[in-house]
C-alpha cells in the first residue's frame, strides 16, 4: 500500500463514526429490530456487533504495533449475537462505545512510522496479515455494514 492510500484509508477510517451516525438517520427506528429473516441481523443487532467488533479491532491494532508476529484472537460473531443477547443490548451505548474505541485508534494510527505497518500479525481465520491489511479491512468494515442496513431497510419496506 503506498502512503497515500494508506492516509485515504486512515481518513475513511477515523471518520467511520459519523458515517454509522448519518446512515443511521436513513432508517426510521421503529424498524431498527426488523429481521428480514431469522437468520439476518436486525440494524440494532448490527450496531452492537460493530462495538464488539471495534473492541477486539482495538486490541489487534495494539497487540500488532507491540507484539509482532503474536496471533491475535478470532470469534464467532454469530455465536457472540446470540449469547451475548444483542437484540437486548443498548444500540446508543454501542454506538457510543464505538466512537471512543475507534477514535482512540485512529489517534495512534496517525502518529505510527512507516516501518510499523509492514509489522505482522496471525489470525486464526484469515492467516498473516500486516497492520496495512488490518487497516485495509476496518476501512470498510462500517461501509459493508451500512450496506448490510439498507438491504434490511429495503426487506422492511417491502414488508409494509
Known amino acids: 500500500m503506498t502512503g497515500a492510500e494508506r492516509q485515504q484509508k486512515i481518513e475513511t477510517y477515523g471518520h467511520a463514526h459519523s458515517t ?3 446512515a443511521l438517520r436513513e432508517f426510521p427506528e421503529e424498524m431498527w429490530r426488523f429481521q428480514p429473516s431469522p437468520a439476518d441481523w436486525s440494524i440494532h443487532e448490527i450496531v452492537v456487533h460493530i462495538a464488539d467488533s ?3 479491532s482495538y486490541i489487534r491494532c495494539r497487540k500488532c ?3 509482532p508476529g ?3 484472537m478470532a470469534y464467532d460473531e454469530v455465536q457472540w449475537a446470540k449469547s451475548l443477547d444483542y437484540a437486548g ?3 446508543a451505548d454501542a454506538l457510543e462505545l464505538f466512537r471512543l474505541l475507534r477514535q482512540n485508534t485512529w489517534r495512534l494510527i496517525q502518529t505510527l512510522p512507516e516501518s510499523t505497518w509492514s509489522n505482522l500479525m496471525y489470525h486464526p481465520e484469515n492467516g498473516r496479515m500486516t ?4 487497516l485495509d479491512v476496518y476501512a470498510q468494515h462500517i461501509p ?3 450496506d448490510q442496513m439498507r ?3 429495503t426487506a422492511w419496506l417491502r414488508q409494509r
Open 54 to 56: 471495534e473492541a477486539s
Open 65 to 67: 504495533i507491540v507484539e
Open 151 to 153: 438491504r434490511v431497510h
Open 20 to 22: 454509522l451516525v448519518e
Open 89 to 91: 443490548q443498548s444500540a
Open 131 to 134: 497492520l496495512d491489511d488490518w
Open 144 to 146: 459493508e455494514h451500512i
Open 70 to 72: 503474536q496471533t491475535v
